[in-house]
């Protein structure tokens, strides 16, 4: 059989609008009105109908929408050996709306465990998806580990040093990798703020006030995401993906792509790039003229932050734009982001999310014939 590599020319991103019934279960569970067992069910149920869908409407590469999660990112956090959840304090600030006051930190030495709920997540995943299409798993990147809060996020007993922290992490990841390719993934997705927050001067002076060296950070990410992906599975797709921010339709930075972009395409050593272009927060397409060969950039040009369906000809034109600067067959089209970064979801119904998905795959056909 043939593999499905992706990036595909038609792609998502990820995470998908939670359904009523899938929320209505959660907040049920929450009070203990049902069981695990119970949300459990809900959630195989709604996932099989988000799996039915994307196959229907042409895309290759299916999520689970990340249905099984309150966040894109802290919920995989917290099942790592030495992190624990912690509650209250402020949220993250995002523009004119606060999320919820939840993080992670590390209190311990850092390792994936062999129960880590994702692995149980995915293969309950690859078994709905149907032949023809391929299961893909979205997780955080490493750095999502220290960026928000930065050394507080890093109990100084636990690591005394920060050199050793990183290692640890970036093989704590590594382990990662194999567990979900053992797991039978083959294509896997690392989201990553950071290598779009680091483009922000917002964000930049954000960091240099707390004490890190932003272009010393962003260089010490790239190295650990280098440890993380060292001796990868030679058949297993791995893309990163980067926006400036995704709650409730709101974002966190702005800023294009040249100041890291050098860094990201060629020293983080994974196979596609998907990328945030929606609007003039994210400049314009002339780092793409960094991107070496062999390796695709999928292009973020279909907002998921409002209902508006966009106009196909102006998608294409953009893709044009796009093309001036790296080769067309190393381009691919999706949404800038998730559709629900958090299980709250941006400010738009359902059915435009699939609208927006439909016209993602009919301009695939039409440009990559």
Known sequence: MTPLNGPFRADMVGSLLRSQAL????????????????????EDAEIKKLVAKQASIGLTA??????????WHFDFLWGLTGVEKVSGGQGIQFSGVQTKAETAKVVGPVDFPANHPHIAHFKR???????????????????MLHYRAGRKMVDAKAYPTMDAYFHDLG??????????????????????????????????????????????????????LGLALKN????????THTCRGNF???????????????????????????????????????????????????LGLVTTKV???????????RIDMAAKYASLDQLCLSPQCGFASTEEGNNLAEDDQWRKLEMIAAIARDVWR
Not at 25 to 32: K, L, M, T, V, Y
Not at 174 to 201: E, M
Request: aromatic share 8%.
């Open 171 to 224: 093989h704590t990841y590594n382990k990662a990798i194999h567990a979900f390719y053992a797991a039978g993934c083959r294509y896997l997705q690392l989201d990553d703020t950071s290598l779009a927050y680091f483009c922000d001067p917002a964000q930049r002076k954000m960091l240099a006030d707390r004490g890190d060296d932003p272009d010393a950070l962003v260089q010490q990410y790239g190295a650990t």
């Open 23 to 42: 929320k209505e279960a959660r907040e049920r569970r929450e009070i203990d009105a049902i069981s695990a067992d119970e949300l459990t069910a809900v």
């Open 307 to 317: 209902g508006a369906l966009e106009k196909p000809d102006d998608i294409k034109r």
């Open 248 to 298: 409730r339709s709101t974002f966190v930075a702005s800023g294009g792509y040249e100041p890291v972009a050098e860094m990201v395409f060629n020293r983080i050593d994974v196979d596609g790039y998907f990328m945030e272009w929606d609007d003039e927060r994210s400049g314009g397409f002339e780092p793409l003229r960094l991107l070496p060969k062999g390796k695709k950039v999928v």
């Open 125 to 143: 995943l690859h078994a709905m998806v149907p032949a023809g299409k391929i299961a893909k798993m979205t997780i955080p990147s490493p750095s």
């Open 232 to 239: 990868r599975p030679k058949d297993m797709t791995i893309t």
């Open 62 to 71: 299916i999520t689970d929408g990340e249905a099984r999660r309150a966040w």
